[in-house]
């Protein structure tokens, strides 16, 4: 399929159904997930192998836990890694579908985006109308800790950007933004692969992650080269910030709003998220600032709307 939406107003799901099985990058085991058409707005997940249980939308208060990944608690059940499979949904211009999965971990596949973007390929997409745009209050939404911070500022499209600085060689300061559609997601986001650094390979493995990761579905950093190149992109590492920057808010629906995050982490983007939901319920302040509840993952933060600083590039 190359015919992707020109934009994100307008509601599309799934014309069919395809499925993509493989090892989830923590757990190690393999899991399947189908994908299915949905007449219900946002994304609806069920299980495979217990078929009677009620289906869950997904949203940010589902998430427990974001370390290395986004992972949710949905019911008695968890899920973790579905950040690439939700990103390509959201880039690809999916608004509403259903996903059915056996396992507790959505395949990591390539480590990348394009394998799930594929997988929407093939089913095809079918329109549902307008879809239903999350409102931002007029002042920047800004979140942050530490040095890294992420912020959500109304404007006419959705325009992405991202910023990391890593002390390795290999990747140091990069930055990448752009003024997102479903084709330049396909191309400029999704082949982006998840990245890791060798010095933290058997701390990760001693604490029972990354069981599934090898050199095939993951960039491996070593200091100042690659262990398994060529990569996809000079820049891939921030490419593929910005792939979990739009996974993670693909749980509250992609803001009409220039999305930026600095040294931004699944607990950022999450939080966002979670911002975004609670002023669709609550509302916005009429002026000055404006503080929303976090999810229990993200603390100490700080969320507020208002006149922001000027963040130095790097």
């Known amino acids: ?30 899991s399947r997930v189908q994908l299915r058409p949905s007449e219900r707005s946002g994304y609806w997940l069920g299980w ?32 973790a890694t579905v950040e690439h499979l939700l990103a390509a949904l959201a880039g690809c211009g999916v608004s509403q579908a259903e996903l059915w999965v056996e396992g507790e971990e959505v395949p990591l596949l390539d480590g990348s985006a394009l394998p799930w973007v594929e997988a929407i390929g093939e089913s095809g997409l079918r329109h549902c109308g307008v879809r239903q745009v999350p409102d931002l209050p007029e002042d920047p939404l800004l979140l942050h800790q530490g040095s890294g911070f992420v912020l959500a500022q109304p404007a006419k499209t959705l325009q992405v950007s991202a910023a990391v600085d890593y002390p ?24 982006a692969r998840t990245f890791g650094f060798r010095e933290q390979v058997d701390q990760l493995l001693a604490a029972g992650l990354i069981k599934g990761g090898a050199l095939d579905n993951a960039l491996v ?5 690659w262990l398994n190149p060529p990569l996809r992109f000079a820049d891939e590492p921030v490419r593929h910030k910005l792939l979990d920057l739009l ?5 509250v629906g992609l803001p009409q709003a220039h999305v930026f995050a600095y040294r931004g982490s699944h607990g950022l983007h999450t939080a966002l998220a979670a911002a975004i939901a609670t002023l669709q319920v609550a509302g916005f302040p009429p002026g000055g600032m404006a503080s929303a509840p976090l999810p229990r993952t993200l603390s100490p933060t700080s969320v507020t709307t208002g006149p922001l600083p000027s963040p130095a590039r790097p």
């Open 48 to 79: 495979l192998d217990d078929p009677a249980l009620p289906l869950h939308r997904l949203g940010p208060e589902c998430v427990s836990d974001t370390r290395l990944c986004t992972a949710l608690l949905l019911g008695q059940r968890r899920l």
């Open 168 to 191: 390795q060689p290999a990747i140091g300061r990069q930055f990448f933004s752009l003024e997102l559609t479903p084709s330049l997601f396909v191309e400029a986001i999704a082949p």
């Open 1 to 30: 399929m190359t015919n992707w939406p020109s934009d994100y107003n307008q509601a599309w799901t799934l014309a069919g159904a395809s499925e993509r099985s493989g090892v989830g990058l923590h757990s190690g085991q393999t």
């Open 247 to 251: 996974g993670d808010l693909a749980l």
């Open 221 to 225: 950093c070593d200091g100042d080269h």
